[in-house]
């Protein structure tokens, strides 16, 4: 017998930012494609690590994470959101954002059961579904304004033909169990409005759906307000929110998130991922505990200066001719080529870094529908202002 992928992970391969990221290596382009900073954040949250590495111990953590950190996650919801949290039973400390999403779907997905997400999608949801065994079914968000189709995801949940991708090919998983979403959002930049997201909780509440959601760009949100799904009526109960310190403070490499929500469902995470890294990061978690207690400055200055980039970026998208779907928060901005004429974004990504020095990464790849996203590129921001200049100054070279 062959051995090989299990069945659930096959086609999922390579991520295309390992596969761009090789791509701009290989023809020295400038990176626009997989959404980290080429600056460090704070420089006293730096020396925090420092300081806490050199100090020690530099031994396994607490499981549910340092009484430091955990105590900061539950300051922090309360700072900003109003939310009462206990430090010790509704916060669970993971390695990354990543990991907590992954933690929260082993741990709340019996095998068959039907989780819905919305489309364009981060591709770790679709592996972290699979890998617990769950069966996924999407709702689009259509460009140009991604909006919120309330009947699709009622028709999505209830597993009827009209809604998903999953649904659309009879999975047979019935009504669904788990709801993940994203705000603001990634690839699309949306952030779902306090409507959309009371419609929301309104099919949360009526299907007993557990929320899992994904919040880690909750400090930037340019254009409206970011609301916690947690603080909607009903949904404290039933949702897990996951944050990390990686996009917030521009420590995308340090990995370090966390998990909120009621005991019962916070439990559930710690046990899946007690066995998958048990714990990490001890040095880094006493420095974000540090940076969660920044004062409100750090915060709005963080987000006003992504802000310029992302305006920055998008004139540039658009002195190319790239029709472009400005976002409302996060990291990346979305250029249509179809504006210069290309029909398939998936070749014009793999063409760009040899053709004007610069790496995008196509939308399609975030998608079930693959005529969603064709044509759609994201670009991300997160950049040094002189790099997004020499980036649209490269890209300009797409209107000859």
């Avoid at 179809?338 to 990504?349: Q, R, Y």
Wanted: hydrophobic fraction near 40%; charge should be negative.
């Amino acid at each position: 017998m062959p051995h090989e992928t299990a069945a659930r992970l096959r086609g999922f391969g390579t991520t295309i930012f390992a596969e761009m990221t090789a791509l701009a290596t290989e023809a020295g382009a400038i990176n626009l494609g997989q959404g980290f900073p080429d600056e460090d954040g704070p420089r006293e949250i730096l020396e925090a690590a420092s300081e806490a590495l050199l100090a020690g111990p530099n031994q396994y953590t607490p499981g549910r994470g340092t009484p430091e950190l955990r105590a900061a996650v539950v300051a922090h919801a309360a700072r900003w959101y109003g939310r009462e949290l206990d430090p010790d039973t509704q916060v669970q400390v993971t390695v990354g954002a990543t990991e907590g999403i992954a933690a929260a779907l082993l741990g709340v997905c019996e095998p068959g059961d039907a989780v819905v997400t919305f489309e364009p999608y981060y591709d770790s949801y679709a592996a972290g579904i699979a890998m617990s065994g769950g069966v996924r079914r999407t709702v689009a968000l259509r460009p140009p304004s991604f909006g919120l189709d309330v009947e699709a995801l009622r028709a999505a949940v209830r597993g009827d033909a009209v809604g998903g991708r999953s649904a659309r090919r009879g999975d047979g998983a019935g009504p669904a169990r788990v709801l993940v979403l994203n705000s603001p959002h990634n690839p699309t930049g949306k952030v779902f409005t306090r409507a959309e997201l009371e419609a929301i909780a309104e099919v949360c509440r009526e299907h007993d759906l557990v929320a899992i959601c994904d919040e880690v760009y909750e400090h930037l949100a340019f254009d409206g307000e970011h609301v916690p799904l947690a603080t909607l009526p009903g949904m404290a109960e039933r949702t897990l929110t996951v944050s990390s310190a990686g996009k917030t403070f521009a420590l995308t490499g340090w990995k370090v998130g966390w998990v909120t929500g009621p005991p019962a469902l916070v439990t559930a995470v710690a046990t899946a991922k007690q066995f998958l890294t048990f714990s990490g990061h001890g040095p880094l978690q006493h420095a974000v505990a540090r940076a969660l207690a920044l004062d409100d400055a750090y915060f709005s200055v963080a987000r006003d200066r992504l802000r310029t980039r992302r305006d920055r970026l998008c004139d540039g998208l658009e002195a190319a001719g790239l029709t472009t779907l400005r976002p409302e928060g996060g990291y990346f901005a979305i250029g249509d080529v179809a504006s210069i004429g290309e029909d398939d974004g998936a070749a014009f990504c793999r063409a760009l870094p040899a053709r004007c020095g610069v790496v995008g990464v196509p939308v399609s790849v975030f998608c079930d529908d693959p005529d969603l996203g064709r044509t759609l590129v994201r670009f991300a921001y997160c950049k040094r202002e002189d790099v997004i200049d020499e980036a649209a100054s490269r890209l300009a070279g797409l209107r000859g």
